[in-house]
């Protein structure tokens, strides 16, 4: 018989913060699952490619495996979000999915997401022409799908904008980020979440954007206090690469990097004004909304260590193999 006292004790024992031991076994959950979740799917197109008698990159390449492998990533994402919360008995409102944001900060995180893109995109253009001289290889289009109509342009955004801002922020900026604060200063948890987000990319190419972009994306979460900020920035962000792959696609117009000496100049002083601009809406904007303090905790952090250094193995191994 289940009596009220055994409720009230069962709501007691349920946490409503992640801490770092938490972000330390989701990151590494995070590193493996979805490795897993790929190698079953190559062994799957090559037992098809295999009983076709085709090359196996012309089952990966296909629009609607693709399709379904970023829908089975999405839910795996949803999955452990959900089975880790449940399994440590964790609120599922601790990643802080609030919606009850003023209007006028919906179109400031809207702004903050084109800011972003055009802030950044020019200093890592930059940075894959520097790759390119060191003969990395450098991918020149959008993966997966390559928006060249309007119906892959629309699929484009749902499966490469929506979907990657919704999973990526509820890991990365609604467990890790909020679990680091629990630890570390602010600042300290913007910068760890940031980098554990470009190592997860496994690619050197996407390594400093992530860490620019982590640190924004953390910062609004921060700032607002809602995981719906980030998503938003995020999923801006997604959607104009997508439609500038669109535009070139059709008019073979883009945003191109000039490679002159001066235009890295130029590269580095666009980000510099980017991150100027951030830093006045920081001052001026949230100088009077009220910064959430989180009681600090000396959680243990080996899997924190753990996983990060696994992390960074495996990153330098993928870039070795690159080249």
């Not at 037992?47 to 492998?69: F, H, L, M, P, R």
């Not at 972003?116 to 001289?133: E, H, M, P, T």
């Not at 749902?158 to 600042?187: C, H, M």
């Not at 920081?282 to 753990?306: A, G, P, Q, V």
Request: net charge positive; glycine share 4%; with cysteine.
């Amino acid at each position: 018989m289940i009596t009220m006292e055994k409720i009230d004790n069962k709501e007691f024992t349920k946490r409503n913060l992640y801490n770092v031991d938490d972000s330390g076994k989701i990151f590494l959950i995070i590193l493996f699952a979805p490795l897993v979740l790929s190698l079953l799917f190559y062994l799957f197109a090559s037992q098809i490619a295999k009983g076709q008698e085709i090359d196996v990159k012309s089952v990966t390449s296909n629009i609607w495996y693709n399709v379904i492998y970023i829908i089975c990533n999405f839910i795996l994402y949803i999955s452990i979000y959900l089975l880790y919360s449940k399994s440590k008995k964790i609120s599922y409102n601790a990643i802080k999915l609030d919606f009850k944001l003023k209007w006028y900060t919906y179109l400031l995180m809207i702004g903050i997401g084109v800011i972003s893109l055009f802030g950044i995109q020019y200093f890592i253009s930059a940075i894959n022409n520097l790759l390119k001289v060191m003969h990395y290889p450098v991918e020149e289009e959008l993966p997966i799908i390559n928006p060249t109509g309007v119906g892959t342009y629309f699929l484009a955004l749902f499966l490469l904008a929506v979907i990657p801002a919704i999973e990526e922020e509820l890991i990365f900026r609604g467990i890790i980020f909020n679990g680091l604060r629990s630890r570390f200063k602010d600042y300290q948890a913007i910068l760890i979440s940031a980098v554990l987000f470009a190592l997860m990319h496994g690619n050197l190419q996407q390594f400093v954007y992530p860490i620019f972009l982590g640190i924004i994306l953390a910062w609004v979460v921060m700032r607002t206090g809602s995981l719906v900020s980030s998503i938003l920035v995020h999923m801006i962000n997604n959607a104009l690469v997508v439609t500038f792959a669109f535009i070139k696609n059709l008019t073979g117009w883009e945003l191109a990097f000039i490679n002159k000496w001066w235009f890295y100049i130029v590269a580095v002083l666009i980000l510099g004004a980017t991150f100027a601009i951030l830093f006045l809406i920081d001052k001026f904007y949230f100088k009077n909304k009220s910064k959430e303090e989180i009681e600090k905790k000396k959680t243990d952090t080996k899997y924190l260590l753990i996983s990060s250094m696994i992390a960074l193995s495996l990153f330098i191994a993928l870039i070795i193999l690159s080249f």
